[in-house]
């Protein structure tokens, strides 16, 4: 089993930065895919970024790329999602998800993670 726990969500301004951590337990973390994805109000969830087991695969959505850069440390359990430029459009509720089959291809559809965060509130101000 994986526990997920999401931290550095609040409130920004547009144009500023924030920075999402996931600390994850479980001594398999290091070769699961990992993923953020969001959920704003009125929307479906969709994926962020994501990171292969050991960094050398690494996706983002399209709004994102140039903007948001995903990394992991698998020493300290940790995966991070360094947003900057951030958009009123970014705010939602960021959550960290494990996806235990895959180790490289990083999928884009909730239903292939196994193991997800509780949240963490991003609110980008205009």
């Known amino acids: 089993q994986v526990s997920l726990v999401e931290s550095g969500g609040g409130l920004v301004q547009a144009g500023g930065s924030l920075r999402l951590s996931c600390a994850a337990s479980?001594?398999?973390?290091?070769?699961?895919?990992m993923s953020w994805f969001r959920q704003a109000p009125g929307k479906e969830r969709e994926i962020v970024a994501g990171?292969?087991?050991?960094?050398?695969?690494?996706y983002y959505i399209d709004s994102v790329k140039g903007r948001f850069t995903i990394s992991r440390d698998n020493t300290k359990n940790m995966m991070y999602l360094q947003m900057n430029s951030l958009k009123p459009e970014d705010t939602a509720a960021y959550y960290c998800?494990?996806?235990?089959?895959?180790?490289?291809?990083?999928?884009?559809?909730?239903?292939?993670?196994?193991?997800w965060g509780q949240g963490t509130q991003v609110t980008v101000s205009s």
């Open positions: 998800a494990a996806d235990r089959h895959s180790t490289i291809r990083v999928y884009q559809n909730e239903g292939a993670y196994d193991y």
């Open positions: 479980g001594r398999t973390f290091s070769s699961y895919v």
């Open positions: 990171i292969s087991y050991n960094g050398g695969n690494r």
